[in-house]
């Protein structure tokens, strides 16, 4: 059954269909009439919310007088820095910019799904796979640069150089594994949680919708920080210097 057009990705489709079309010939997908999914319009309508939330926050900062909205970005940075410290090293505080912007994106695209009218892009797979994949490329490059080519890549071989053969092969499995593992995760848990929300709020009074929009925020949160969590974990793996 085709899904439900949101209105987001109807005004895309009714006003940018062409663009829209020029971008998926770029991945072989053949043309269409109405090209924009809702996936992509929540991604896009996710990235522009923050675009404006820290093009307020920008020209508003100050040392002496900081408002409401600096106090909660600098708990956010606070929190993730410290997050950094601890699971990536002492060079965790290099990688903030990105453990940050992950951690915001996914919340920002987690929580959107509990406005009426929206839903969490994160709830189809390719997206949380997206992100997943962005991250795998990300902790491998930032390996490669910390240790350079040859060493990082002697990790996979283990301590012990006669159970090398063993060895590259499990690591090789593990590392493949992590993209598979942070996106069917973040889906299977948004998506579930989308499900009962729309289900009870279909099938019950206000009161018990509420509880589970209540547990989808939290659901929503937790998910955002996992997510940033085994980025760090894996990040603070591959610039190590003790391999």
């Not at 970005?73 to 601890?86: D, W």
């Not at 799904?113 to 930032?142: D, K």
């Not at 998506?191 to 589970?212: D, H, N, R, S």
Request: net charge neutral; with cysteine.
């Amino acid at each position: 059954m085709p899904e439900t057009e949101l209105f987001v990705t109807r005004i895309l489709n009714n006003s940018l269909a062409g663009l829209g079309n020029s971008l998926t010939k770029l991945v072989g997908i053949p043309w269409q009439q109405r090209p924009w999914a809702n996936y992509v319009a929540m991604q896009l309508l996710v990235a522009l919310i923050v675009i404006v939330v820290f093009a307020i926050l920008r020209p508003r900062l100050s040392v002496d007088r900081p408002g409401k909205l600096q106090h909660i970005f600098e708990l956010v940075y606070e929190f993730v820095s410290g997050q950094a410290e601890e699971n990536a090293g002492h060079d965790g505080h290099r990688y903030v910019t990105y453990f940050g912007t992950v951690f915001i994106f996914v919340l920002f695209a987690n929580l959107i799904g509990v406005i009426p009218g929206f839903e969490s892009p994160t709830m189809i797979p390719s997206v949380p796979a997206g992100l997943a994949v962005a991250t795998f490329c990300y902790y491998n490059i930032m390996g490669v640069q910390a240790n350079g080519p040859f060493k990082y890549a002697a990790h996979f071989a283990g301590p012990i150089w006669w159970m090398a053969p063993l060895m590259i092969p499990i690591e090789i499995v593990s590392h493949l594994a992590r993209p598979l593992s942070l996106t069917i995760r973040l889906f299977a848990n948004m998506y579930a949680g989308e499900q009962v929300t729309g289900v009870f709020l279909k099938l019950t009074l206000l009161l018990v919708p509420a509880l589970f929009m209540g547990l989808h925020v939290f659901v929503s949160l937790l998910q955002a920080y996992i997510f940033m969590l085994l980025t760090m974990m894996y990040v603070g793996g591959a610039v190590a210097h003790d391999q």
